[in-house]
């Protein structure tokens, strides 16, 4: 008997059976809010500092907690810190639901029968998603910029009246920009994520919680580093120019314009709370993602 069981071909084990794209829709959109509710009060810190231009030297904020902290002082305390968070919730269902489920539904299709996927449609699957995704983000991200720098000039404008004044065609605006950052984003995030997390596996192709979080506090900070220059680039385009603010005809002239007038680390303006966002942000909404499958 122990002869004819030790003859037996070995089988693989299956790989994990995949949830439908419905539930993959549900559980990215509830990771989303959770997520997003957390890190909110360091959005708002990223879009002042990004938005900043230097005065004849001179700056509204040095650095995050300095902003933060006026922020708190000077608007209303700890709740001008969510402003903007209600355009946020909207739209971060959508955003994060198509996100996370179609970056799946890709990485099942191309991978199909083989017991790896290729490192190409990892990045192809990331690359999709991003690029899916910015029927929702943009939107929101408008919205949002709106209301979280409205404070700065003494205006305390609401979501619909905010939503009223850009329109269906002001929706997009900055929509390249949204594109330029999120599918380079998703590209370096998903396919790394993935990378990590089946390094962390265990003998059932099991990875823990922990490491789940980790893997993608890795990936987002990779992630958000390389896609932090569109992001200001975004984020100057879509906020609504006071009198005297340089304005954009598009993202080539946004570049060359931050270039000649405040230099190439302009770019990187925000790339710290953007990194301290994305991480944790993307770990929570992958960790709730995860548990739901």
């Known amino acids: 008997m122990a002869t004819q069981a030790a003859n037996l071909p070995h089988t693989p084990k299956p790989a994990p059976k995949q949830p439908p794209f419905y539930a993959n829709l549900l559980g990215g959109g509830v990771a989303g809010i959770i997520g ?4 909110f009060p360091m959005d708002m810190v990223k879009t002042r500092l990004q938005n900043q231009k230097s005065i004849e030297g001179k700056k509204l904020y040095n650095g995050g907690v300095d902003c933060f902290r006026k922020i708190v002082a000077n608007e209303g305390g700890i709740r001008a810190l969510y402003r903007g968070l209600s355009a ?6 959508p955003e994060k639901a198509l996100k996370l489920a179609v970056n799946d539904f890709l990485r099942t299709t191309l991978q199909g029968d083989k017991p790896e996927i290729p490192y190409i449609y990892e ?3 990331g690359g999709g998603a991003g690029f899916c995704q910015v029927v929702a983000t943009n939107p929101m991200e408008i919205v949002k910029i709106r209301l979280q720098v409205a ?3 003494n205006q305390r404008k609401g979501l619909v009246e905010v939503v009223k004044e850009l329109g269906l065609k002001g929706l997009y605006k900055g929509a390249p920009a949204t594109l330029l950052r999120d599918v380079p984003f998703s590209m370096v995030y998903f396919s790394l994520y993935g990378r990590l997390k089946r390094y962390f596996a265990d003998e059932n192709r099991q990875t823990p919680v922990h490491k789940v979080f980790l893997s993608s ?8 580093t390389i896609a932090t220059p569109a ?3 975004k984020t100057r385009l879509q ?3 006071l009198p005297g603010d340089p304005v954009y005809s598009g993202i080539s002239d946004c570049y060359r314009q931050i270039l000649a007038k405040e230099g190439p680390s302009a770019f990187f303006k925000g790339v710290g709370p953007r990194c301290l966002i994305i991480s944790p942000l993307f770990g929570i909404a992958l960790v709730v993602y995860e548990l739901q499958k």
């Open 88 to 93: 946020n919730l909207v739209g971060v269902t």
């Open 151 to 153: 404070g700065e000039s």
């Open 231 to 233: 992001d200001v680039i």
């Open 217 to 224: 506090c890795i990936a987002g900070t990779a992630g958000a």
């Open 239 to 241: 906020v609504k120019p």
């Open 36 to 39: 997003t509710s957390v890190m």
């Open 123 to 125: 990045v192809i699957s």
